[in-house]
């Protein structure tokens, strides 16, 4: 049997190797040359959210979390059309009331960039690869995020940004539950309206696993992929279910250049998503869904 | 930076992620199955504790032979039962009639989400399906509430099996057949399942995990294999394989939980609950004698029962079900459990432990079990469950395999349950239940288990000491504690020793078993006999003979063998039955080797290989559990029953070998015999039928006997034959026996003894002898010996008495004869009688005294006779004759035709005579002592005579006899013819016309004829003739009248001459004077 917290031989010597790589990474990127390269960023954030448990309805639990990012990011021409930007974040999350939440986490980013000629609509094209890792007040949230994807970047005009992606997005947590695997189509609209404003629009559109926690539901059972006692929700006790959902985002928001690297952000991003899989008639006759409603305050420099 | 390195980096990072493809385990989800503070232990949940361990390792019970055996069994031949629409189909549903609905949460027992849908039919079958459901995710999970959402909707996805109940007469059928409860379970898909997942804790084969707790037996297969058949069938039982004697349940509606739907809570389905408890109770049998005030209405479909069906009673069950409804009468609508059986209420405390433990967690299965016979495993008594208390204290504190169900095994820990229950375990003796700190014991600590605490060994042959039952231990220690000798322990620390002792004696033998910090003791006592007065055999080499001659032949000495009538015979109640019968069914007089595989097979069911001293085998002969029989009394138990006992425990560790042979030379036995013959000599029977084994050969020896015993044994190569022999004591026989492979060996002591003799004779006291012989009579006397003891040698003795006794025989055993002397009479002999056995001598002496059957005398005095006399005149001198003589004749008497024995002698006197013969006329006797003297008479009349003979004996009334004489005139005397003539020469002077002297002349006188003038005309009518005096008769005496002179000479004329007249005349006038 399994003593907890321990894993099979196989992957931790993959995990070990994989800090090997990020510790060889570490050592040729970091050169004097590629140190000059470096740009930091920074933002504290607070949000609050209607449905912290992605809960329908009727089960909904709103809270309020603190946020906080540092980033560093290294670009490195690689050619005259390629360009590779290392990034690496460090950030956390604090929740007011459901502090199982509460997290801090790490993402190492590396996304290797095309652009065909310097022409200033010229999209950029990226393939990029994230690894980031979670540590949740919750167990079995904790664990390790992966995104693998492209994306596409063009200014439309000097006050419009559009910006594309399709991803992949694996996660991996303590519990089967937040074991999770989604694919990602997003696109995003950046309007400047002034110098220092800038309304900005995404949707994004997301298939695979999402997770709700909410009470024992006959209904949410039979459609559940996986479920587990929620820790991060013990009073009264939600279970986590995962589903195989659609999931629609969309944000928008606006940004304030408040000084020449610090802004001041307000968005709000809605979601709706709902199993594919719904529960016969006999046993429910509503759809399962959720909805999310989330508004965020943050600040952002860079330097 | 080259764009190579570059490149480099950028593809490293993506090996890094991608390389997270390695799950991190999900260890998380671990944690939704706490079982915080439930001890583990064994974990054999739903299996019989005696789950019939096979010789792989694998439970018989639990597999899926067992299952289709059971299948097969109670849907035999083409199955109607198959499938659950089918089952529905042959039971009813859907058909209308009294069908109901129930949904409810199962929290107590399984937890599952259970839609129960029950019927009874018009025969009064009952049949229940149950759909379970268990939504078992996180969420879910036994005991949760959305079970019974998910009943409530029949949501198939969490529907994980349906189980099913049928209390009928199938596969049976018509008047008579007996209904009884049998087990199904369905997949969801409604196919009939072999195993079914009670508890999530693996499938286990059916019917186990439903009779577990359903009140059935768990025995093992028949060859076949077949489904056990219980082998106590009775006559109310139903006699079908596969009825193992389990039972409906109560739906205890109190530790259910209920939907909030409408419609399926409590409220909702209380009435449909109680219809179900009704039909349940309807299943119960109703004994004969069961208290009226226990009676009710809702009692009369329960079908009839009497103890000898040895059936389960059921009382307390249906109480429990009748209480909950208020009692007889089922009047409350309202389910309400507060039943505290009588034999719970004594104290406080009994009633506590009874509502704390014995109710939430061991009463549902409990009280279905046991017989009428043996009932007390079903706890209804606080006596009942002190009597299993060392088996709940194994059970629940070391095994950790009691409670059987897992939900309620964890309530149970989670309860202050064992806390009460380990505190009253000590109190009653039966702990510790708890350590030093009070604190309750809790499986998964080792526990040694070195086996039976008494058990026997041979000198200098090694014996297994097996731990192997000690539970959840890592290291094993066997050593010596203390004995007569040093014995060798080999392989002390391993699970299975080895001990060998030479010195006879007790011997004590720990193990002690350790785990991390913990340790465990346990001790017993080997016994080593002296082999020269006790023989053992060597306990590698026991198999199946040696058991059976356990079983059939008491060779332990006890009050009766298992097999003596009432116990494991065929007429009996006992479960199993031990004779030689045809199990198999295939018929034949004899037992063969099938019959006794097939009695193996049912013997591995009271051997529990998971724990061997909890065998059945084991435990009931020494008094636990055995209605009421110790076989073998733990407190007095002897060498010959510790033999016995270990015989069947090594048996059992020898892996139960079928085979062997057992010597069988019937009990010890003490004969008392008679000696007969010459010399005299006694036999006694040897009977080795008793032996087990095929293809026997045999052979007899006398091993010891006393000096003088002659002992021969007359067929030494027989199974019965017999032993002759002449002396009382103790012999020793030994017969071996041999089936060419294994040879046993078995001795028989035979202490014969004798009746000592008791010497008596009769008579004894006053005897009456019958008298014979003479001169000298005598008498016999048979004297016969009523000695007991059956003397041999005998001698009779005269000591003292009257001279002339003499005996037939001095030396006779059965009679002789003493002759005694008629003088003995009265008077005593003291005779001594002495009687000798083989091994006794005694004598009595009697005194008889003599007497008499009678005189045996009897007295003749001669036959009645009539006798015509002529009386004379005894004083006629032919001239002169004297008036004073009396005229008189005789009659001679003869008594010589008497008999007796002995000297007679005679005595004759007259006791009747004519009235007239008294005085002078009065008769006479010659002689009254002569045996024949004369009777002189003087009248004519009837004469009585007597005659008494004696001699000396007491006389009876054959001592006197009588003669009648009818004395008469002879004839001749008539007065015509001769007394008128006789009177002529008188006409010479009594001439006519004559008046001195009459005329005698025959012619009228004066008118008046001679006989007038000479009878009636005479001065008075006596004168001439009187017949009063007929001597003074004047015509024969003449007086001196003057002319009877002497000078004539001739005074009445009658002289010499004359005789003949004179006598004429004189008996003519004896006559009476008739005119004849």
Same mark, same amino acid.
């Given at each position: 049997?399994?003593?907890?917290?321990?894993?099979?031989?196989?992957?931790? !010597?993959?995990?070990?190797?994989?800090?090997?790589?990020?510790?060889?990474?570490?050592?040729?990127?970091?050169?004097?040359?590629?140190?000059?390269?470096?740009?930091?960023?920074?933002?504290?954030?607070?949000?609050?959210?209607?449905?912290?448990?992605?809960?329908?309805?009727?089960?909904?639990?709103?809270?309020?979390?603190?946020?906080?990012?540092?980033?560093?990011?290294?670009?490195?021409?690689?050619?005259?059309?390629?360009?590779?930007?290392?990034?690496?974040?460090?950030?956390?999350?604090?929740?007011?009331?459901?502090?199982?939440?509460?997290?801090?986490?790490?993402?190492?980013?590396?996304?290797?960039?095309?652009?065909?000629?310097?022409?200033?609509?010229?999209?950029?094209?990226?393939?990029?690869?994230?690894?980031?890792?979670?540590?949740?007040?919750?167990?079995?949230?904790?664990?390790?995020?992966?995104?693998?994807?492209?994306?596409?970047?063009?200014?439309?005009?000097?006050?419009?940004?559009?910006?594309?992606?399709?991803?992949?997005?694996?996660? &991996?947590?303590?519990?089967?539950?937040?074991?999770?695997?989604?694919?990602?189509?997003?696109?995003?609209?950046?309007?400047?309206?002034?110098?220092?404003?800038?309304?900005?629009?995404?949707?994004?559109?997301?298939?695979? &696993? !999402?997770?709700?926690?909410?009470?024992?539901?006959?209904?949410?059972?039979?459609?559940?992929?996986?479920?587990?006692?929620?820790?991060?929700?013990?009073?009264?006790?939600?279970?986590?279910?995962?589903?195989?959902?659609?999931?629609?985002?969309?944000?928008?928001?606006?940004?304030?250049?408040?000084?020449?690297?610090? !802004?001041?952000?307000?968005?709000?991003?809605?979601?709706?998503?709902?199993?594919?899989?719904?529960?016969?008639?006999?046993?429910?006759?509503?759809?399962?869904?959720?909805?999310?409603?989330?508004?965020?305050? !943050?600040?952002?420099?860079?330097? | 930076?080259?764009?190579?390195?570059?490149?480099?980096?950028?593809?490293?990072?993506?090996?890094?992620?991608?390389?997270?493809?390695?799950?991190?385990?999900?260890?998380?989800?671990?944690?939704?199955?706490?079982?915080?503070?439930?001890?583990?232990?064994?974990?054999?949940?739903?299996?019989?504790? $005696?789950?019939?361990?096979?010789?792989?390792?694998?439970?018989?019970?639990?597999?899926?032979?067992?299952?289709?055996?059971?299948?097969?069994?109670?849907?035999?031949?083409?199955?109607?039962?198959?499938?659950?629409?089918?089952?529905?189909?042959?039971?009813?549903?859907?058909?209308?009639?009294?069908?109901?609905?129930?949904?409810?949460?199962?929290?107590?027992?399984?937890?599952?989400?259970?839609?129960?849908?029950?019927?009874?039919?018009?025969?009064?079958?009952?049949?229940?399906?149950?759909?379970?459901?268990?939504?078992?995710?996180?969420?879910?999970?036994?005991?949760?509430?959305?079970?019974?959402?998910?009943?409530?909707?029949?949501?198939?996805?969490?529907?994980?099996?349906?189980?099913?109940?049928?209390?009928?007469?199938?596969?049976?059928?018509?008047?008579?057949?007996?209904?009884?409860?049998?087990?199904?379970?369905?997949?969801?898909?409604?196919?009939?399942?072999?195993?079914?997942?009670?508890?999530?804790?693996?499938?286990?084969?059916?019917?186990?995990?439903?009779?577990?707790?359903?009140?059935?037996?768990?025995?093992?297969?028949?060859?076949?294999?077949?489904?056990?058949?219980?082998?106590?069938?009775?006559?109310?039982?139903?006699?079908?394989?596969?009825?193992? /004697?389990?039972?409906?349940?109560?739906?205890?509606?109190?530790?259910?939980?209920?939907?909030?739907?409408?419609?399926?809570?409590?409220?909702?389905?209380?009435?449909?609950?109680?219809?179900?408890?009704?039909?349940?109770?309807?299943?119960?049998?109703?004994?004969?004698?069961?208290?009226?005030?226990?009676?009710?209405?809702?009692?009369?479909?329960?079908?009839?029962?009497?103890?000898?069906?040895?059936?389960?009673?059921?009382?307390?069950?249906?109480?429990?079900?009748?209480?909950?409804?208020?009692?007889?009468?089922?009047?409350?609508?309202?389910?309400?459990?507060?039943?505290?059986?009588?034999?719970?209420?004594?104290?406080?405390?009994?009633?506590?432990?009874?509502?704390?433990?014995?109710?939430?967690?061991?009463?549902?299965?409990?009280?279905?079990?046991?017989?009428?016979?043996?009932?007390?495993?079903?706890?209804?008594?606080?006596?009942?469950?002190?009597?299993?208390?060392?088996?709940?204290?194994?059970?629940?504190?070391?095994?950790?395999?009691?409670?059987?169900?897992?939900?309620?095994?964890?309530?149970?820990?989670?309860?202050?349950?064992?806390?009460?229950?380990?505190?009253?375990?000590?109190?009653?003796?039966?702990?510790?239940?708890?350590?030093?700190?009070?604190?309750?014991?809790?499986?998964?600590?080792?526990? +040694?288990?070195?086996?039976?605490?008494?058990?026997?060994?041979?000198?200098?042959?090694?014996?297994?000491?097996?731990?192997?039952?000690?539970?959840?231990?890592? *290291?094993?220690?066997?050593?010596?504690?203390?004995?007569?000798?040093?014995?060798?322990?080999?392989?002390?620390?391993?699970? =299975?020793?080895?001990?060998?002792?030479?010195?006879?004696?007790?011997?004590?033998?720990?193990?002690?078993?350790?785990?991390?910090? /913990?340790?465990?003791?346990?001790?017993?006592?080997?016994? =080593?006999?002296?082999?020269?007065?006790?023989?053992?055999?060597?306990?590698?080499?026991?198999?199946?003979?040696?058991?059976?001659?356990?079983?059939?032949? %008491?060779?332990?000495?006890?009050?009766?063998?298992?097999?003596?009538?009432?116990?494991?015979?065929?007429?009996?109640?006992?479960?199993?039955?031990?004779?030689?019968?045809?199990?198999?069914?295939?018929?034949?007089?004899?037992?063969?080797?099938?019959?006794?595989? #097939?009695?193996?097979?049912?013997?591995?069911?009271?051997?529990?290989?998971?724990?061997?001293?909890?065998?059945?085998?084991?435990?009931?002969?020494?008094?636990?559990?055995?209605?009421?029989?110790?076989?073998?009394?733990?407190?007095?138990?002897?060498? +010959?029953?510790?033999?016995?006992?270990?015989?069947?425990?090594?048996?059992? /560790?020898?892996?139960?070998?079928?085979?062997?042979?057992?010597?069988?030379?019937?009990?010890?036995?003490?004969?008392?015999?008679?000696?007969?013959?010459?010399?005299?000599?006694?036999?006694?029977?040897?009977?080795?039928?008793?032996?087990?084994?095929?293809?026997?050969?045999?052979?007899?020896?006398?091993?010891?006997?006393?000096?003088?015993? $002659?002992?021969?044994?007359?067929?030494?190569?027989?199974?019965?034959?017999?032993?002759?022999?002449?002396?009382?004591?103790?012999?020793?026989?030994?017969?071996?026996?041999?089936?060419?492979?294994?040879?046993?060996?078995?001795?028989?002591?035979?202490?014969?003894?004798?009746?000592?003799?008791?010497?008596?004779?009769?008579?004894?006291?006053?005897?009456?002898?019958?008298?014979?012989?003479?001169?000298?009579?005598?008498?016999?006397?048979?004297?016969?010996?009523?000695?007991?003891?059956?003397?041999?040698?005998?001698?009779?003795?005269?000591?003292?008495?009257?001279?002339?006794? *003499?005996?037939?025989?001095?030396?006779?055993?059965?009679?002789?004869?003493?002759?005694?002397?008629?003088?003995?009479?009265?008077?005593?002999?003291?005779?001594?009688?002495?009687?000798?056995?083989?091994?006794?001598?005694?004598?009595?002496?009697?005194?008889?005294?003599? /007497?008499?059957?009678?005189?045996?005398?009897?007295? %003749?005095?001669?036959?009645?006779?009539?006798?015509?006399?002529?009386?004379?005149?005894?004083?006629? $001198?032919?001239?002169?004759?004297?008036?004073?003589?009396?005229?008189?004749?005789?009659?001679?008497?003869?008594?010589?035709?008497?008999?007796?024995?002995?000297?007679?002698?005679?005595?004759?006197?007259?006791?009747?005579?004519?009235?007239?013969?008294?005085?002078?006329?009065?008769?006479?006797?010659?002689?009254?002592?002569?045996?024949?003297?004369?009777?002189?008479?003087?009248?004519?009349?009837?004469?009585?005579?007597?005659?008494?003979?004696?001699?000396?004996?007491?006389?009876?009334?054959?001592?006197?006899?009588?003669?009648?004489?009818?004395?008469?005139?002879?004839?001749?005397?008539?007065?015509?013819?001769?007394?008128?003539?006789?009177?002529?020469?008188?006409?010479?002077?009594?001439?006519?016309?004559?008046?001195?002297?009459? *005329? #005698?002349?025959?012619?009228?006188?004066?008118?008046?004829?001679?006989?007038?003038?000479?009878?009636?005309?005479?001065?008075?009518?006596?004168?001439?003739?009187?017949?009063?005096?007929?001597?003074?008769?004047?015509?024969?005496?003449?007086?001196?009248?003057?002319?009877?002179?002497?000078?004539?000479?001739?005074?009445?004329?009658?002289?010499?001459?004359?005789?003949?007249?004179?006598?004429?005349?004189?008996?003519?006038?004896?006559?009476?004077?008739?005119?004849?």
């Amino acid at each position: 049997m399994e003593s907890q917290g321990s894993v099979p031989g196989v992957c931790a !010597s993959s995990r070990a190797l994989r800090w090997l790589l990020a510790f060889g990474i570490a050592c040729i990127a970091c050169s004097p040359a590629a140190a000059d390269g470096l740009r930091f960023r920074a933002s504290a954030d607070y949000t609050w959210d209607d449905n912290v448990n992605r809960a329908t309805k009727d089960n909904k639990l709103r809270d309020r979390f603190a946020s906080a990012n540092a980033s560093a990011t290294l670009p490195l021409q690689l050619s005259p059309r390629f360009r590779l930007m290392l990034n690496g974040t460090l950030g956390g999350d604090s929740f007011h009331t459901y502090s199982g939440l509460t997290r801090g986490f790490a993402e190492f980013n590396g996304e290797l960039q095309f652009r065909n000629s310097g022409q200033y609509t010229s999209p950029i094209w990226a393939l990029f690869v994230k690894q980031g890792v979670d540590w949740y007040q919750s167990d079995l949230r904790d664990g390790y995020r992966t995104t693998a994807g492209l994306s596409v970047k063009k200014p439309v005009t000097d006050k419009i940004f559009l910006f594309g992606a399709a991803s992949y997005i694996q996660g &991996d947590g303590r519990s089967t539950v937040f074991d999770t695997k989604e694919w990602s189509v997003r696109g995003n609209l950046d309007y400047a309206l002034a110098p220092r404003h800038t309304f900005y629009l995404g949707l994004e559109y997301r298939e695979g &696993d !999402s997770v709700s926690s909410a009470p024992p539901s006959l209904a949410l059972l039979d459609i559940a992929k996986a479920t587990v006692q929620d820790d991060a929700f013990t009073n009264p006790q939600l279970i986590a279910y995962r589903f195989e959902a659609r999931t629609g985002i969309v944000t928008f928001g606006y940004n304030f250049a408040v000084a020449p690297r610090q !802004s001041l952000d307000i968005s709000y991003h809605g979601a709706y998503s709902r199993p594919k899989e719904q529960p016969p008639t006999f046993i429910s006759p509503d759809i399962v869904y959720y909805r999310d409603n989330q508004i965020t305050l !943050s600040y952002l420099i860079r330097f | 930076m080259t764009a190579l390195r570059l490149l480099i980096i950028f593809f490293s990072i993506a090996a890094i992620a991608l390389l997270d493809g390695c799950s991190q385990g999900n260890s998380g989800d671990q944690t939704q199955t706490s079982t915080a503070g439930v001890p583990v232990g064994i974990e054999r949940f739903l299996l019989f504790p $005696n789950p019939v361990v096979q010789p792989g390792g694998s439970f018989e019970t639990n597999t899926t032979a067992y299952s289709q055996a059971y299948y097969a069994a109670i849907d035999p031949g083409a199955p109607t039962r198959d499938t659950l629409s089918k089952w529905k189909a042959a039971n009813g549903f859907g058909t209308g009639g009294q069908e109901h609905v129930a949904v409810f949460l199962d929290v107590r027992d399984l937890g599952y989400g259970r839609r129960m849908t029950g019927r009874i039919n018009a025969d009064g079958s009952i049949a229940f399906f149950v759909e379970n459901y268990l939504v078992s995710t996180s969420g879910g999970g036994y005991s949760s509430t959305i079970n019974v959402d998910a009943a409530v909707v029949r949501d198939p996805k969490w529907h994980i099996g349906t189980n099913a109940i049928e209390w009928s007469c199938y596969p049976q059928s018509g008047p008579g057949c007996v209904k009884f409860a049998k087990f199904y379970s369905f997949q969801p898909d409604g196919t009939r399942s072999l195993t079914v997942n009670m508890d999530g804790r693996g499938a286990k084969a059916m019917p186990g995990p439903c009779i577990t707790c359903h009140g059935g037996r768990g025995d093992p297969l028949d060859p076949g294999p077949l489904f056990p058949f219980v082998a106590n069938t009775q006559p109310g039982q139903s006699g079908q394989r596969g009825d193992v /004697l389990a039972h409906l349940h109560r739906f205890s509606v109190d530790t259910f939980q209920w939907s909030t739907t409408p419609g399926f809570t409590r409220a909702d389905q209380e009435a449909t609950l109680k219809t179900f408890n009704k039909w349940v109770l309807c299943s119960y049998p109703l004994f004969s004698g069961s208290p009226p005030a226990d009676a009710g209405p809702e009692d009369a479909c329960r079908p009839a029962s009497t103890t000898a069906n040895n059936e389960w009673e059921g009382t307390d069950a249906a109480k429990l079900i009748k209480q909950a409804y208020g009692g007889p009468g089922m009047a409350s609508a309202q389910f309400s459990d507060t039943f505290v059986p009588s034999g719970w209420s004594s104290t406080p405390q009994s009633t506590m432990v009874y509502q704390q433990v014995i109710a939430p967690f061991c009463r549902t299965c409990h009280i279905v079990r046991g017989t009428s016979n043996q009932s007390d495993i079903d706890f209804s008594t606080e006596a009942k469950f002190l009597g299993y208390a060392d088996r709940v204290k194994a059970l629940v504190f070391d095994r950790g395999n009691m409670p059987l169900a897992l939900l309620v095994y964890q309530d149970f820990w989670r309860s202050t349950a064992p806390q009460t229950l380990a505190d009253y375990l000590n109190a009653n003796g039966q702990g510790p239940a708890t350590d030093s700190n009070g604190k309750v014991l809790q499986p998964g600590r080792p526990i +040694a288990n070195a086996g039976p605490a008494l058990r026997m060994a041979k000198a200098g042959t090694s014996a297994t000491l097996s731990g192997s039952d000690s539970l959840f231990a890592n *290291s094993f220690q066997w050593s010596q504690v203390s004995g007569p000798g040093s014995a060798s322990i080999g392989n002390s620390t391993s699970a =299975v020793a080895t001990f060998l002792a030479t010195v006879p004696g007790d011997y004590v033998v720990s193990l002690t078993v350790r785990n991390g910090s /913990l340790s465990d003791t346990a001790s017993i006592t080997v016994t =080593v006999p002296n082999p020269s007065t006790f023989t053992f055999p060597d306990p590698a080499t026991i198999k199946f003979a040696q058991v059976l001659d356990v079983l059939r032949n %008491n060779p332990y000495g006890g009050a009766a063998s298992c097999i003596d009538a009432g116990c494991h015979n065929t007429a009996s109640k006992a479960p199993i039955i031990y004779p030689a019968v045809d199990r198999d069914g295939v018929g034949g007089a004899t037992e063969t080797a099938t019959d006794q595989a #097939w009695l193996l097979q049912e013997l591995s069911g009271r051997v529990n290989l998971t724990e061997i001293t909890a065998s059945p085998l084991l435990r009931k002969p020494i008094g636990f559990h055995h209605n009421a029989g110790t076989v073998i009394p733990a407190s007095t138990i002897n060498n +010959a029953a510790l033999a016995s006992f270990s015989k069947v425990y090594y048996w059992i /560790l020898n892996g139960m070998p079928s085979g062997g042979v057992a010597a069988s030379a019937g009990a010890n036995s003490t004969p008392t015999v008679t000696f007969s013959g010459a010399p005299p000599q006694a036999s006694v029977a040897l009977d080795a039928s008793g032996s087990i084994g095929n293809g026997l050969t045999y052979s007899w020896s006398v091993v010891s006997q006393p000096a003088g015993g $002659n002992a021969n044994i007359a067929s030494p190569g027989s199974a019965s034959t017999s032993m002759t022999f002449q002396n009382v004591g103790v012999y020793v026989v030994q017969v071996q026996v041999s089936n060419g492979t294994d040879t046993d060996t078995a001795q028989r002591t035979i202490t014969v003894q004798e009746t000592p003799v008791v010497a008596s004779f009769t008579p004894s006291g006053n005897f009456a002898v019958t008298f014979s012989g003479s001169p000298t009579a005598t008498g016999p006397i048979t004297l016969t010996n009523t000695s007991t003891g059956n003397p041999t040698t005998c001698a009779w003795a005269i000591l003292s008495g009257p001279s002339g006794a *003499s005996l037939s025989s001095t030396t006779s055993c059965t009679t002789t004869t003493l002759t005694v002397p008629s003088t003995a009479f009265g008077m005593d002999y003291q005779v001594q009688f002495t009687g000798s056995n083989v091994s006794t001598s005694n004598s009595v002496t009697n005194t008889i005294h003599i /007497l008499s059957t009678g005189s045996g005398v009897v007295a %003749n005095a001669g036959a009645n006779s009539s006798n015509a006399l002529t009386f004379a005149n005894p004083s006629f $001198n032919g001239d002169f004759f004297s008036s004073t003589a009396i005229p008189q004749a005789t009659v001679g008497l003869n008594g010589s035709a008497s008999s007796g024995p002995g000297t007679l002698t005679y005595s004759w006197s007259v006791i009747a005579q004519p009235g007239n013969a008294t005085g002078s006329y009065a008769p006479s006797l010659s002689s009254s002592t002569a045996v024949s003297p004369t009777l002189t008479v003087r009248r004519k009349g009837v004469y009585t005579v007597q005659l008494v003979v004696d001699n000396g004996l007491p006389q009876g009334p054959s001592n006197t006899a009588t003669r009648t004489i009818t004395a008469s005139v002879a004839a001749g005397n008539a007065f015509t013819a001769n007394v008128i003539p006789a009177l002529v020469p008188c006409t010479s002077c009594h001439v006519s016309g004559g008046s001195a002297v009459p *005329s #005698w002349k025959d012619e009228p006188v004066g008118g008046r004829s001679l006989y007038q003038r000479l009878v009636i005309d005479a001065p008075n009518p006596d004168f001439f003739v009187n017949t009063t005096d007929p001597a003074m008769s004047f015509i024969l005496v003449c007086p001196g009248e003057g002319t009877c002179d002497a000078t004539m000479g001739q005074r009445s004329g009658f002289h010499g001459g004359n005789t003949a007249d004179y006598v004429t005349i004189m008996n003519w006038i004896i006559d009476g004077a008739p005119n004849n």
